[in-house]
């Protein structure tokens, strides 16, 4: 049997005699030819904040302070009757201005500032309209606000300024400036021209004043535009932040003779003075066992949580220690999105107020040390303890994609070296490129399909092969072992053989209640990598850590169960015109970018979840969609853990077990998604299950995160701008076939 087929775990059981319609066995028939590859998709997708990710932070000072160095800029040669004037950064700043609201508080204004400024003019006293303006080079990595952590998360996520660092003005044309200069006047005109940020540029006017006076040049020019221009846009933090779309930039600057002036080439901002004495906590003693316990072994280099921020020694935390403040206050931090509904969750955080309210006194200090900067963090024993061992590291060979294929799903191979039967207890997905990762998944493959792949693997010159939806190898499963009982599952149970995946924010596994994935000599790992190219393509060398152990009886076997529920979000009504706005359109695009499955997904989930795109969306309102699937449980055992995936506009998502009875139990409930923390969450006490017991899966979608982007019908599908209703949960079987 190959992936390709059937499923044939999939079983539907017949009516009850005088039950069943001609429809309802025709969905039936549909349900019972639902392939892996109508169903069976990956994780993944972008940040919620921009449609990329960036590099993990190997030193944070390298998003939480930068150099302050004035960027360099074309100078211009004065012609005949010109005079030629420099920008003075010391008198000069960029400022933009953005309307947010925070968590808890009044709505607000984001402001920072960058004097990292450089530029020249050619002032043509006798003709204004002959004036002319080099190109301006500002360094946009430099922005400060009031809150440094936010300045590090711009610098990483949103302006993506440490990758992009420098934005370009050419003013390309002056409106309404005629005649000679006068001394002390003020004229006011526009300046058209093309900004680009982020190797993106758009055109912009600009409305302007300036004045001549003393040999001194002095103009302010402001003008709104869209953060989703540049992909930098609105900024959506669930639980943290919601802002505009439009931003305010304010461009003030003071042109100077070169010739009878110095121009300084540094330009820092005063910083925040230190206080000490009684009241103001002590780093060594107070801050850092906080840090040490709530955040080392999630922020440190390597780990889960640096993709966004990463926190090694104590000038890294005093580097951010605004931001630490905020989110602590907020509740952002330590991240925990799941609600107290349903069953008891394991390992919440147990940061206190009094613990918060001391991070804050420190930080209102101006963050005092009373150690070296370089002084590391590091997790308490009791944090490390979370964190599996690294028995055997396995990488997958490098790999360069194309920025032709925006949304590549690469599968490879990976081979433990073990010579008897162990198991795979826990892993740590080694990320590399993480710019370019939205998620992976890891299969357990068998010996034979081991052997099958090898046809598979050096697709197009490159390591592995091309596996939208799955790896579809050919061959024995390794849970159909000749001698093995034959299983067969009660319902849809997801994707054959995924043993694990990770997501930003996913954290490193260990099984729960000793448990794992059985590994037979000569089995090997799929690991199926999605990556998203943007404007560059980098080789990437991502891997696997796994935890191993003997197989001896006190370890039970293991297994991921995969509900999904079908995808249905209409544009908004005001882009019901536009081309991929269409399903049909929007469908064929899918098909065209991923094959087969960017259409057979959603329409297998329909089938098997008894919907149709009419009843998903009768009420929709133009913003806010929704999707359900009713599924039950395979087989008896106990779940010890749940995990919920969707994309960058997923809203909430709930996962019941007995839906609508009076046992109902929530087994997972975020009502506020974020991307960025797709997290693991053990069941505090392991939860029985029998079955065919009913499990509903519910998402919804908010199509305000969607600013920006080229409008399009979204259903479930493998892109970035796809969407997806994913669960998993990890279930230890009564049955242990060993």
């Not at 904040?49 to 030193?59: C, G, I, M, T």
């Not at 599996?388 to 925006?406: F, M, V």
């Not at 079908?566 to 544009?571: F, I, L």
């Not at 996962?655 to 974020?674: F, H, K, N, R, V």
């Amino acid at each position: 049997m190959t992936d390709r087929e059937p499923l044939d775990d999939l079983v539907v059981p017949e009516p009850p005699d005088g039950e069943g319609s001609a429809t309802e066995r025709r969905r039936r028939r549909t349900v019972r030819r639902l392939s892996v590859a109508g169903v069976a998709i990956a994780l993944g997708a972008v940040g919620a904040f921009a449609y990329q990710q960036v590099k993990p932070v190997v030193d944070a000072q390298r998003y939480a302070t930068v150099s302050h160095e004035v960027p360099k800029a074309p100078r211009l040669t004065p012609a005949a009757g010109e005079t030629l004037l420099r920008i003075d950064p010391e008198q000069s700043s960029l400022t933009y201005e953005v309307d947010e609201k925070l968590v808890g508080q009044k709505a607000g204004t984001a402001k920072g500032v960058t004097q990292g400024i450089a530029g020249d003019v050619a002032l043509n006293e006798q003709a204004l309209e002959k004036s002319r303006i080099g190109q301006i080079v500002v360094n946009i990595e430099q922005f400060e606000s009031d809150n440094n952590l936010r300045d590090a998360r711009i610098r990483q996520d949103f302006l993506q300024s440490n990758r992009f660092p420098l934005a370009t003005f050419n003013l390309e044309k002056l409106n309404g400036l005629t005649g000679r200069v006068q001394e002390g006047r003020e004229y006011s005109f526009t300046i058209d021209g093309m900004v680009t940020v982020k190797d993106q540029p758009a055109t912009v006017t600009w409305d302007a004043t300036a004045t001549w006076e003393d040999g001194k040049l002095v103009a302010t020019a402001t003008t709104t535009a869209k953060l989703s221009r540049f992909d930098a846009g609105p900024i959506s933090i669930a639980g943290l932040v919601q802002t505009e779309d439009d931003v305010r930039l304010t461009l003030k600057l003071t042109a100077v003779d070169p010739a009878t002036t110095d121009i300084a080439s540094t330009v820092e901002r005063a910083v925040q003075p230190e206080t000490s004495g009684e009241g103001v906590p002590s780093y060594s003693r107070t801050i850092a066992p906080i840090l040490e316990k709530q955040c080392a072994s999630c922020h440190n280099s390597g780990q889960f949580g640096a993709h966004t921020l990463t926190l090694d020694t104590a000038g890294d935390v005093k580097a951010v220690s605004d931001g630490i403040k905020t989110v602590t206050q907020a509740g952002y931090m330590p991240p925990w999105f799941a609600s107290d509904k349903g069953v008891e969750l394991a390992h919440k955080p147990d940061i206190t107020d009094a613990e918060i309210a001391q991070l804050a006194a420190w930080v209102d200090a101006g963050a005092p040390l009373d150690v070296d900067p370089a002084t590391k963090l590091r997790p308490t024993k009791e944090a490390a303890s979370l964190l599996p061992r690294q028995d055997q590291k396995l990488y997958i060979d490098t790999y360069t994609g194309s920025t032709q294929t925006s949304n590549d799903y690469r599968c490879f191979v990976l081979e433990p070296e073990i010579t008897e039967p162990t198991f795979m207890t826990g892993y740590t997905f080694i990320q590399d490129q993480v710019a370019q990762l939205h998620h992976a998944q890891v299969f357990h493959i068998s010996q034979e399909q081991r052997e099958n792949a090898r046809a598979m693997e050096g697709e197009g010159g490159q390591p592995g092969w091309s596996c939208y939806s799955s790896p579809f190898i050919p061959g024995r499963r390794p849970d159909r072992d000749p001698g093995k009982p034959r299983h067969r599952d009660v319902g849809f149970a997801g994707q054959a053989n995924l043993v694990a995946g990770w997501v930003p924010g996913q954290a490193p596994v260990i099984f729960p209640e000793r448990s794992g994935i059985l590994l037979e000599p000569g089995d090997a790992l799929v690991l199926q990598i999605h990556y998203h190219f943007g404007s560059s393509a980098e080789p990437d060398r991502s891997g696997l850590a796994i935890q191993l152990d003997p197989d001896t009886p006190d370890v039970r076997e293991m297994r991921v169960v995969n509900p999904l529920a079908p995808v249905e979000v209409p544009c908004a009504p005001e882009d019901a015109d536009e081309p991929l706005c269409d399903r049909d359109a929007a469908l064929e695009e899918n098909v065209r970018l991923y094959g087969p499955s960017g259409a057979g997904n959603q329409a297998g989930l329909l089938a098997l979840c008894g919907h149709t795109p009419e009843s998903l969306t009768a009420d929709f309102d133009g913003r806010i969609a929704r999707s359900s699937c009713d599924l039950v449980v395979p087989e008896d055992g106990v779940i010890t853990g749940v995990l919920g995936h969707m994309h960058t506009i997923g809203s909430s998502l709930r996962m019941t077990l007995d839906y609508g009875t009076p046992a109902e139990q929530i087994l997972l409930d975020i009502p506020d998604w974020s991307f960025d923390w797709q997290m693991n969450y053990g069941l505090a006490k392991p939860l029985r299950v029998k079955a065919g017991q009913p499990l509903r899966l519910e998402c919804s979608w908010d199509r305000a995160k969607a600013a920006g982007r080229v409008p399009k019908y979204i259903v479930f599908a493998e892109g970035t701008e796809d969407e997806m209703c994913f669960a998993t949960y990890s279930l230890i079987p009564d049955r242990q076939d060993r």
